[in-house]
């Protein structure tokens, strides 16, 4: 076992011996979605994630669970001082520090708007408004960032590999950027996506990313305070859990 993955492995040992003390899940993510995710793909040690708006490497991250498995991908997000942490702690993974933006957008660059709480940041101005509308909050900052579009994105970093894991949660923007991977026929395994203000029995009738999603062979599997759990059905079968068997998903 490579020097970096051993080092991986004794951390994901050491995290899991303390929640076995605690009677805890081990869980990074802010609302528990790699628990969820990590039953699905129950240990596969060489997966490839996709993380869109990945913000912190450790904390909240849905993605970090899966690097101490062994698995890499690529972590995009616009918001200052993150690629150190990144190289330090995540060397598999590639780290983008820009915008992703939708394949329409013509701009190399676009206006980040900082939030104290910088998990708000975001580059979209309806998200903008939403936050000063509803929850009277302005930003203190305003930065100029590079961008990419899904296509490039998609071309340069992934190619022909299996994204087994599409996680994305960019603070307003998702549908389009979601349209572009449906258009582009890039259909990862399992997309794990924000959604806020849904509550789960009314996805189906409310969301535009379910409408946009199902039109495109997905099922909509779970969901958590932030998130939409979705998986394609003709990735169902590659599935090596035991956990899927008490569902009705063999279609």
């Not at 806020?196 to 062979?217: A, C, M, R, T, W």
């Not at 998130?227 to 599935?239: A, G, L, N, P, V």
Request: proline share 3%; glycine share 4%; aromatic share 14%.
């Amino acid at each position: 076992m490579p020097i970096i993955k051993l080092k991986e492995f004794f951390k994901l040992k050491f995290y899991r011996m303390v929640n076995r003390f605690l009677k805890t899940f081990l869980t990074f993510s802010a609302d528990g979605e790699d628990v969820i995710l990590g039953k699905l793909f129950s240990n596969k040690l060489d997966g490839f994630y996709l993380d869109i708006g990945a913000n912190s490497y450790q904390f909240g991250s849905n993605t970090y669970y899966f690097y101490l498995l062994g698995w890499s991908g690529i972590c995009i997000d616009p918001l200052p001082n993150l690629k150190k942490s990144y190289s330090k702690y995540r060397p598999r993974d590639c780290f983008l520090n820009k915008a992703i933006v939708n394949n329409k957008t013509k701009d190399f660059e676009k206006k980040l708007f900082l939030f104290d709480d910088l998990d708000n940041s975001t580059t979209s101005k309806n998200r903008l408004n939403d936050l000063k509308q509803n929850f009277d909050r302005t930003p203190t900052k305003i930065l100029t960032i590079e961008t990419i579009t899904t296509k490039n994105l998609i071309e340069t970093y992934v190619n022909k590999k299996d994204i087994h894991i599409l996680n994305l949660d960019i603070e307003g923007g998702e549908k389009e950027i979601l349209q572009d991977f449906m258009n582009l026929k890039v259909l990862p395994w399992v997309i794990c996506v924000e959604e806020l203000g849904i509550f789960s029995d009314h996805v189906s009738k409310q969301s535009e990313i379910y409408k946009l999603l199902n039109k495109n062979s997905y099922i909509f599997f779970s969901k958590t305070f932030l998130s939409s759990i979705y998986i394609h059905k003709d990735s169902i079968k590659k599935f090596n859990t035991p956990y899927l068997n008490d569902f009705n998903l063999r279609i």
